[in-house]
Structures are given as structure tokens and as C-alpha cells.
């Protein structure tokens, strides 16, 4: 008898499991077949239609077949909306008390029959809960995801976003985020942005959250980066390419455009000693054409400072847990197959510049997104994946992260996304170490601390020629499999560097050469060693010195 109740127990779980998942029908609108709570399966090569807004009290999960990424999947499922009776667009989904939404490996489109453009594709107004993995969001004028709800885990990774834009009114807008309130602990990982009005932002005037976004790409967005206010946040290994577009106002001389504004700084001062920021080994770069736009207006548009009020600037000096790392400027990553959008996206900022002109003659900057309608037919056509390679031939910038990985989404470098996420842990953990242990800080009214192809060495043979020898803490730290050492050769000659164990017994020579003046990295691969605490040395000319590393496996 108890082998048959235990037996009863376990065919209960599995079959609670089982009646949980629910294959939906592509010819019935999904609203009438989620209502309640379950997993909600969708199939590749259909398109699912929502009659209006589902209003999610409960905890559901609507997800396509496992794929490797949904950017490089052939005809994945496509969530799709129907105008409302007027013929304005619907919002997908809204999130009240007792719901939470996961989405994964499926395509949402804003993009309505009629031409009308979703704004918001999915709301949390009270709900627990929100989780976008694999997903390509395509078309929408405000938000593809906000949140309004507070004491709720926020994770957004492996994602595409193409289209946030306005193409009728204001260019403020087209948010792949927009954070009324930044819940608890907020992911945002290994994302593409072609496109946008801004990034994340508004995360009201609560200090109540971790924020950590790494490996992000992001191209083309018309407003400030971001507006944080966070316990911790960290902005790593992302690149922002032509940010902030649009400026926050006409200046007519030079525009300093702030990138990661924190506007409620009353309500930072209070708080110095819990609030910790690390913005660094980001890449921030403005195509030339967009840089000689502006030379055109007798304006000039600099790399940005990172806070929007002085009042906070004079706080920042005060505690060291406000820390800000070096960044990239001016690398060009040269991408493989980019928007070719750039003419109509210019015709868009000279539009919203003058305002005697703002608004006549909107041009359209969206790029194809393979998603659209037949007019005979009246249904969706899928035509994925769009025509875009956002990898890059810099080789440069392929090693230039924190973890010695390429900058941006990982999902274009499939191999080193592999070794980000075996390694994240400690990815992680080095950051926050460099938070605890900075050496540097914000300085006051100055940009973001940049560092361009004029000042590295790095494959370029026009770099400044550094003053002295140097040996750099190598990053990240502690580390696992790989790290990179920079150090600098004042003069011409013979540079060594050897990595030695607790024992002192040289167990790798990472450099031996000749090397001109200059600044220079090594990659340090130790996959073949065992964790532990190693020691690096550094001989060139009469200069000498070692630092220490530790491996954790």
C-alpha cells in the first residue's frame, strides 16, 4: 500500500506537470486559450494572434522550441496583435497582482495589419515576476517591456530588439525597458538593440535594486543611455554605438550629453554609503558622418559625462563605492553586415533639430524586420532572420572586456559566450571587487574616462609613447580560464614576463621579444592549470616588478 501511494504522489507531480503545458492553436486567438496559470507552447513557422490585451493574474509561460538564438532561427513563431476597432494598435500583455509572464525562443511583433504600431508590448502594473529569454521584439513606439512593481526579479537576456521607434511625434521613447520602479534584481545580458529612442531608464527615485547589464550591443538610439538609480549597478563589456543621437536640447555651440543621469540626487546624498556604481570597459562611439552632421550645424556633441546634476557630482567625491572604470572611444568596430539606415536616420535628427521644420516630413529609419502583412490574405508573413551580422572584424575589441572576451552580445561569438557564462560567476564577483577596491574615481564635471585608439598601443602604431615602464593588475581577477595583463615599454629593448607558481618555479613565459615603446596586453590562457594563487614578473630594460593573480576553477 505504500509503494502505491508513493507511486500515486510521483504520477501526481509528473501529471500536473504534464496538464500544465498547453500546445496553442495558431487559428484561435491566444487570449481566449490562456486563462490560467500553465507553460503555453507555440510552434515554429506559425503566427499567434491576440485579440487586444491579456490581462495575466497568474503565472504563465509562453515559449517556442528550444533554439540556439532566436535572432539566427528560421521561421520561428511570431506573437502578433489585431488593431482595436478604430484601427489603433493593442498592447500584448498587462501584469497585475499574482501574475508573472516568461517568455522564450519566439518573436513578438508590434507591427499591426493596418500599419498601426504597437506601443507597449508587455506592462507590469502589481504582478511578481518578468523573464525574456531568446526573444526578438520587433516594432514598437514606447516600451517593449515596463515595469511599474515593486520586490520583483527583472531578467532580460539573450534578446532582440529592432524598431523602437516614433516615427510621428517626439523621438523620446522606445525603451527596450523603461523601470517606473527597478524591482529587486534586474539582468540585462547578451542583448542587440538596433534602433531604439532610449535605453533603460526611469527607475523612480528608489534605491531599492541590483541593475547588472553586461555584454549588451546597442546601435542608434536618439536619447540619453540611461537614467539609474540602483544599490549596485554595473555597466560592462557593452557598446553603445551612435548614443544619444538627438541631445537633450539644442545648445548651437558644444552639447555635452550626459550618459547615466541620476536626477533625484536629493535622494542620493542620503545614501552614499550603500550605493555602488561600475561603468567601465564600455565602448562608446558616434560614426563620423554623425559626428559631421553636427560640425555642420556649428555644433559640436563630446563623449558625455556621466552625471546629469553638479549637486551629485559633489557628493560622488565623498565615498569610494562611487567608482567608474576606463571605457573605449573611438575604436570602430566595423561591423560584418550592419543597418544600412544611416541617410534616413540623419533626415530623422535634422527633422527634430529645428523646430520650425520638426514633425513636417517624418522619414521612416526602421530597418526590415522580416515580419510583415499579406494584403490579400490579411495574414502575417514570416520572412526570418532579418539581413544583419553584428559581429565585428576589431580584433581589438574582441578581447577588450573586463573577462578578456569580445564587447557586446556574446550571441554573435557563440564560443566565448560558452566561456562568459561557465565563468560568470567569477565575472562577477571581479567586478564587484573592483567596486570595493577602486583606485580611481569620478572626477567631477569631466567625461567618462575613455580610451582611444591614440592612446593604446594596441595595434596601432601612432599610439602615445608612455613616459614609463608599467605593470598593470591583471583583469579579471580572480579568473577563470583566461585573463589579460596591459603593461607599457618606455623604451626600445627586450621585454619579458614569466608566471610563476607559490613555489616559485616558472610554469608559463607569456612574453619574450622585443618590443618598441609603447603600451601592450597579453592573454593569459590557463586552462591547463590548477587554481590557485600565481605570481606575474615583468623585466624591460632596468625595470622590474610582479604582481599576483589567483585562478579559480
Known amino acids: 500500500m505504500r509503494k502505491v501511494s508513493l507511486l500515486f504522489v510521483v504520477m501526481f507531480l509528473l501529471g500536473t506537470s504534464l496538464m500544465a503545458q498547453t500546445t496553442l492553436d495558431p487559428g484561435l486567438f491566444v487570449n481566449d486559450q490562456i486563462t490560467g496559470p500553465g507553460v503555453y507552447l507555440v510552434e515554429a513557422g506559425n503566427a499567434y494572434a491576440f485579440d487586444g490585451r491579456l490581462d495575466v493574474v497568474w503565472d504563465i509561460t509562453i515559449q517556442g522550441p528550444d533554439v540556439d538564438w532566436i535572432f539566427t532561427t528560421e521561421n520561428p513563431p511570431v506573437l502578433v496583435n489585431t488593431p482595436a476597432e478604430d484601427g489603433t494598435a493593442r498592447q500584448f500583455m498587462?501584469?497585475?497582482?499574482?501574475?508573472?509572464?516568461?517568455?522564450?525562443?519566439?518573436?513578438?511583433?508590434?507591427?499591426?495589419?493596418?500599419?498601426?504600431?504597437?506601443?507597449?508590448?508587455?506592462?507590469?502594473?502589481?504582478?511578481?515576476?518578468?523573464?525574456?529569454?531568446?526573444?526578438?521584439?520587433?516594432?514598437?513606439?514606447?516600451?517593449?517591456?515596463r515595469n511599474q512593481g515593486t520586490g520583483l526579479d527583472i531578467s532580460i537576456t539573450n534578446c532582440v530588439f529592432l524598431n523602437g521607434v516614433r516615427l510621428s511625434y517626439s523621438p523620446w521613447g522606445g525603451f527596450p525597458m523603461r523601470m517606473d520602479v527597478a524591482g529587486e534584481s534586474v539582468l540585462v545580458e547578451n542583448n542587440t538593440v538596433v534602433n531604439s529612442g532610449r535605453l533603460l531608464g526611469n527607475s523612480g527615485p528608489w534605491f531599492n535594486a541590483t541593475v547588472h547589464e553586461l555584454h549588451n550591443t546597442y546601435l542608434n538610439f536618439t536619447k540619453a543611455g540611461h537614467e539609474q538609480r540602483a544599490y549596485e549597478m554595473i555597466q560592462a563589456n557593452n557598446i553603445f554605438y551612435n548614443y544619444d543621437l538627438c541631445g537633450h536640447h539644442i545648445t548651437n555651440n558644444v552639447y555635452d550629453s550626459y550618459f547615466t543621469t541620476w536626477n533625484y540626487f536629493s535622494d542620493?546624498?542620503?545614501?552614499?554609503?550603500?550605493?555602488?556604481?561600475?561603468?567601465?570597459?564600455?565602448?562608446?562611439?558616434?560614426?563620423?558622418?554623425?559626428?559631421?552632421?553636427?560640425?555642420?550645424?556649428?555644433?559640436?556633441?563630446?563623449?558625455?559625462?556621466?552625471?546629469?546634476?553638479?549637486?551629485?557630482?559633489?557628493?560622488?567625491?565623498?565615498?569610494?563605492?562611487?567608482?567608474?572604470?576606463?571605457?573605449?572611444?573611438d575604436f570602430v568596430p566595423g561591423f560584418v553586415d550592419g543597418p544600412d539606415n544611416q541617410e534616413k536616420m540623419l533626415q530623422f535628427l535634422s527633422e527634430y533639430w529645428y523646430e520650425d521644420t520638426r514633425g513636417v516630413d517624418w522619414p521612416d529609419w526602421r530597418v526590415p524586420t522580416g515580419i510583415t502583412w499579406d494584403e490579400g490574405t490579411g495574414l502575417p508573413v514570416i520572412d526570418w532572420p532579418p539581413a544583419l551580422d553584428l559581429s565585428y572584424t576589431n580584433t581589438y575589441l574582441q578581447t577588450a572586456g573586463t573577462d578578456g572576451l569580445p564587447l557586446g552580445d556574446l550571441n554573435w561569438w557563440p564560443e566565448a559566450k560558452a566561456t562568459y557564462i561557465a565563468n560568470k560567476d567569477q565575472i562577477v564577483a571581479a567586478l564587484r571587487d573592483s567596486i570595493d577596491n577602486a583606485t580611481g574615481l569620478y572626477v567631477p564635471g569631466s567625461p567618462t574616462p575613455m580610451l582611444t585608439p591614440?592612446?593604446?598601443?594596441?595595434?596601432?602604431?601612432?599610439?602615445?609613447?608612455?613616459?614609463?615602464?608599467?605593470?598593470?593588475?591583471?583583469?579579471?581577477?580572480?579568473?577563470?580560464?583566461?585573463?589579460?595583463?596591459?603593461?607599457?615599454?618606455?623604451?626600445?629593448?627586450?621585454?619579458?614576463?614569466?608566471?610563476?607558481?607559490?613555489?616559485?618555479?616558472?610554469?608559463?613565459?607569456?612574453?619574450?621579444?622585443?618590443?618598441?615603446?609603447?603600451?601592450?596586453?597579453?592573454?593569459?590562457?590557463?586552462?591547463?592549470?590548477?587554481?590557485?594563487?600565481?605570481?606575474?614578473?615583468?623585466?624591460?630594460?632596468?625595470?622590474?616588478?610582479?604582481?599576483?593573480?589567483?585562478?579559480?576553477?
Open 94 to 145: 498587462e501584469i497585475g497582482a499574482g501574475g508573472s509572464v516568461t517568455i522564450k525562443n519566439l518573436v513578438m511583433s508590434g507591427l499591426h495589419s493596418n500599419g498601426a504600431v504597437v506601443g507597449t508590448f508587455i506592462a507590469n502594473v502589481a504582478g511578481n515576476g518578468y523573464t525574456a529569454d531568446n526573444v526578438a521584439f520587433v516594432d514598437w513606439t514606447d516600451f517593449a517591456y
Open 268 to 329: 542620493a546624498k542620503t545614501k552614499l554609503d550603500s550605493i555602488s556604481l561600475y561603468l567601465g570597459q564600455n565602448l562608446f562611439f558616434r560614426e563620423p558622418e554623425v559626428l559631421d552632421w553636427y560640425a555642420a550645424q556649428g555644433d559640436t556633441i563630446v563623449p558625455g559625462l556621466l552625471w546629469e546634476h553638479a549637486d551629485v557630482d559633489s557628493f560622488v567625491t565623498l565615498d569610494d563605492d562611487y567608482t567608474i572604470g576606463t571605457n573605449y572611444a
Open 454 to 553: 591614440a592612446t593604446t598601443a594596441i595595434g596601432d602604431d601612432n599610439a602615445a609613447t608612455p613616459s614609463a615602464y608599467s605593470l598593470n593588475q591583471n583583469y579579471p581577477n580572480p579568473f577563470n580560464p583566461t585573463t589579460t595583463i596591459e603593461y607599457s615599454v618606455a623604451k626600445a629593448g627586450m621585454v619579458s614576463i614569466e608566471l610563476y607558481n607559490t613555489l616559485g618555479q616558472k610554469v608559463k613565459t607569456l612574453v619574450n621579444s622585443n618590443q618598441v615603446s609603447g603600451r601592450y596586453a597579453v592573454t593569459v590562457n590557463a586552462s591547463d592549470l590548477s587554481s590557485g594563487v600565481y605570481f606575474y614578473s615583468i623585466k624591460a630594460g632596468d625595470f622590474s616588478q610582479t604582481k599576483k593573480m589567483i585562478l579559480m576553477k
